[in-house]
Nanobody
Framework: VQLQAFGGGLVQAGGSLGLSCAAS????????LGWFRQAPGKEREFAAG????????YYGDSVKGRFTISRDNAKNTVYLQMNNLQPEDTAVYFC????????????????????WGQGTLVTVSS
């Protein structure tokens, strides 16, 4: 599967931004999907993940309560709505797909994901 992320940009602190990730492939609905982010000089970290059907979601501690992940299997797209953005949210955001986690499990480690998009930059100014 190929993934392409959209929606990055510059936003002021306290603002909102929505990311989307379009995927190719006929089995999109069978992939667990995730969003990761990588700030300059830091390791890539898990932000959010969603199960096949969308019934299970999981968030990293740093974004919990501010970010919302969702998916539309009919459109082969996963979304990340980011609210109350802060300068520490500045990073390149990557979408990823995992084909092996099954119906409900949402992994949080980068090695668990098989496919990655190219990343989109989100910059939050103070």
């Amino acid at each position: 599967v190929q993934l392409q992320a959209f929606g990055g940009g510059l936003v002021q602190a306290g603002g909102s931004l929505g990311l989307s990730c379009a995927a190719s492939g006929r089995t999109f609905s069978r992939y667990t999907l995730g969003w990761f982010r990588q700030a300059p000089g830091k390791e890539r970290e898990f932000a959010a993940g969603i199960s096949w059907s969308g019934s299970r979601t999981y968030y990293g501690d740093s974004v919990k309560g501010r970010f919302t992940i969702s998916r539309d299997n009919a459109k082969n797209t996963v979304y990340l709505q980011m609210n109350n953005l802060q300068p520490e949210d500045t990073a390149v955001y990557f979408c990823a797909a995992d084909r092996n986690s099954g119906t409900y499990y949402v992994p949080t480690r980068t090695p668990d994901y098989d496919y990655w998009g190219q990343g989109t930059l989100v910059t939050v100014s103070s």
